[in-house]
């Protein structure tokens, strides 16, 4: 029905960009990864040094392993915070529905740089945490472990990355039809038996997606420990950014991004056949 | 409609003893009254229809009595007990939804479990059970299917299944039918009332459909803004309509707007002996009560007029004559089926079955 010559403009621009933005860098990376650097230039020689490296170095494994405990804190708290607040907005906001949902969303619009700083004068040694605590008496001096802690960059993230917990979950609940919710009850469900046996099973897929938004996206987040992570908050991002700037080490940050591009396909993978599978027309 | 409401009470009362009684319930969301002032008792074993157009309020009334919404003001009491204060699962009553409201990540079979499971019955118990109810329904082989393989039939049928296995007092059935093509209607409908008669099940079944509403109900209350116009049986409701909104709701009739003078009643051309005082009064004449004047033995008490035939709809045993009376006063006639007609011709109607209606 459409001529070649239709489809071919039509179809260009994205390929261009598919191709020119994600399939040429990724390969360039994945290249790296198997190059060396020596005496401070790169050497095209195939190799597998870097992965060896990469294992072998406690160092790597470490902030590989804490970026993970951070991801999946962060996913967890976002979680416990997103939706019980997308269930409340979804069920029982009324007609303040719309109103508290722009509240969820405004902050969005706010630049993070400007949210991990505003955590920093919050949560400083002269902070206004800090203030308060002495103030109400409760410490005599400032609580140390509120900044540069991996608690404070799995506070910054989870406040960063609810309301991407919560859109998909709220518009996963918005989506249950309500006569099937008046049908559990009709049937003698509760509150709790019907959350239970009807409106969870149906948001898994909302929360699916929920959870991976918060755990890829902290994975990969290389600010807010820049910002309030300090040494002991160091995540893996920061480390890729070091070996691509100061260390000149491009190789083994291409490794790097390597493994962590396969950890989060493997979950990107695994959740999709998991959202399959609770999804339901 | 008093005399028809107090006549329906009594037929509730020797049917059987009176298992819901809504009392001058009214319901409002924000200012709009949906229900206004509902008094209705249905007796154990009943099938009561609320019969009404969208935006009547019965969908309203069911929906109060499943626990869904809460009244305004009055009270609903269920074999002694007051029922309008329990939350929905604590009242033995029981929904079949407009779009049967399966759940969808559960099969047939866990569908149906569902109300038993709740109450955390013996699984044994719920295995034996569900096979019975599903065999009751004639789903037995679908029972592990997803409720979206099914048609719309079959999922009507797990709904009902769903909804019974719980033995309730009362069941609830919000146009369950609505979403069905024509045949397969009838056919739901011969089913329903086989299954309530042998379940002995009350019945509250909520439809626009009048002729279903004749067809299934031992009563039919008809609901009209808000308001009970009228509750009585089929046939009464029928054959002795208190206003004209229900003549018109319930069949086909011709309602006659006419003018009652020192004993005779005028509309038009016809005119015919009736009692009452002199002023305006309107009539229902159903169209099944004019015939040919040929086929009808000159007697008393009928009335005569002469009409032209402008239409003739055919219907299989009967058809439907739209005659001109002259004047532009059109009737309907039904007739048994006699082939196609034309030109003018007498008709007659005994005066006794234009029945005098309210506005």
Known sequence: ?281 | MNSSAASSTAAASSAGAVLLEVREMSKSFGARAVLKNISLNIASGEFLTLLGESGSGKTTLLRLVAGFEQPTAGAIWMSGGRLDTLPPYKRRVNTVFQNYALFPHLSVRENVAYGLRVKKTSATEIGNRVEKALRMVKMLEFADSQPSKLSGGQQQRVALARALINRPLLLLLDEPLSALDANLRKQMQSELKALQRELGITFLFVTHDQEEAMALSDRIALLRNGALEQVASPREIYAHPATAYTAQFIGQTNLLRSEIMDGTARCGVLRWPTEGPSGPAIFSLRPEAIRFASDAALAPGTARFRALLQQQFFSGASELLEVNCGGGQLLRVRISARGPLSGEHEFVFSTGDAIRVQE
């Open chain 1, 1 to 281: 029905m459409y001529s070649r010559t239709y489809k071919t403009l039509v179809s260009s621009s994205p390929l261009l960009w598919v191709g020119l933005f994600l399939l040429l860098p990724y390969t360039l990376m994945f290249a790296h990864s198997f190059w060396a650097v020596q005496d401070g230039v790169l050497v095209h020689q195939w190799n597998l040094h870097n992965y060896l490296t990469l294992f072998s170095k406690s160092l790597y494994v470490e902030v590989l392993l804490r970026t993970m405990r951070i991801a999946a804190s962060v996913t967890l708290c976002s979680l416990l915070l997103g939706y019980p607040l997308a269930y409340y907005l979804s069920f029982h906001a009324g007609a303040r529905k719309e109103l508290l949902y722009q509240f969820v969303i405004v902050p969005l619009w706010v630049s993070y740089l400007v949210r991990g700083y505003a955590w920093k004068t919050i949560l400083g040694s002269e902070g206004v945490l800090n203030g308060f605590l002495q103030y109400l008496h409760l410490t005599h001096e400032p609580v140390a472990f509120l900044l540069y802690s991996p608690f404070a960059v799995v506070l910054v993230l989870t406040h960063i990355y609810t309301p991407f917990v919560f859109l998909p979950i709220y518009a996963a609940l918005e989506h249950i039809p309500r006569p099937l919710v008046e049908a559990s009850h009709d049937l003698g469900a509760g509150i709790a038996q019907t959350f239970l046996r009807v409106i969870l099973p149906l948001s898994i897929p909302g929360l699916l997606a929920g959870a991976t938004f918060a755990f890829v996206l902290s994975l990969g987040d290389f600010l807010a420990p820049l910002l309030v992570g300090g040494a002991s908050g160091t995540m893996i991002a920061n480390v890729v950014q070091s070996l691509f700037g100061a260390a000149l080490d491009w190789p083994l940050g291409a490794a790097i991004s390597v493994c962590i591009l396969l950890v989060i396909i493997s979950l990107l993978f695994f959740t999709e056949r998991l959202e399959k599978r609770w999804s339901f027309k």
